[in-house]
């Protein structure tokens, strides 16, 4: 699985349910990345996308601990053991993790990398994404720095040095 995420130098991610900021190129990235593959997300950052609908042309997974949360066009786990299998019965090979925060916390060990859109930008958050740091986690890449409206932001990859292996 991959990590995708943008987050600022304080390692916010969002503030109530929403991304702290909108960079076009960045939305751009996360689109080319995940379309055409498996997102896994939760109940509330699900209910953040657009008319609270899945995102097109992906196969939408939503964690829950509401076992009888149905949702039109996405599949609902609620376990890891449940997500799991579901990826292997489906024979999913490439799975993006999306967020939010409790997502992350539960996935991160299972990624192999994570692609960060790091933002020189102190806005205040509500939601977070420490996990990705060293030692377990090593800077691969990082793009030039580039501008948005005045925001310096960068596109990096990390390696998970330490993937945990799935239950399932």
């Given at each position: 699985m991959t990590l995708i995420a943008a987050r600022n130098r304080d390692y916010g991610i969002g503030r109530k349910n929403d991304l702290l900021c909108r960079i076009p190129e960045d939305m751009r990235?996360?689109?080319e990345r995940t379309s055409g593959k498996a997102i896994i997300t939760g109940?509330?950052?699900f209910k953040s996308f657009k008319d609270g609908k899945p995102l097109a042309d992906r196969l939408n997974i939503v964690l829950s601990?509401?076992?009888?949360l149905k949702i039109d066009g996405a599949l609902v786990c609620?376990?890891?053991?449940g997500l799991f299998s579901l990826l292997k019965a489906r024979g999913v090979n490439v799975a993006f993790v999306i967020g939010g925060q409790s997502v992350y916390e539960l996935l991160a060990d299972y990624c192999g990398e994570a692609l960060i859109t790091e933002i020189d930008d102190e806005a205040e958050a509500d939601a977070f994404l420490a996990g990705?740091?060293?030692p377990r986690w090593r800077?691969?890449?990082?793009?030039?720095?580039?501008?948005?409206?005045?925001l310096k932001y960068s596109f990096c990859r990390y390696i998970n040095t330490e993937i945990k292996v799935p239950p399932v």
């Open positions: 990235f996360f689109k109940h509330s950052t601990r509401d076992v009888s609620h376990s890891l053991n990705v740091a060293p800077l691969e890449t990082r793009s030039d720095t580039r501008n948005y409206n005045g």
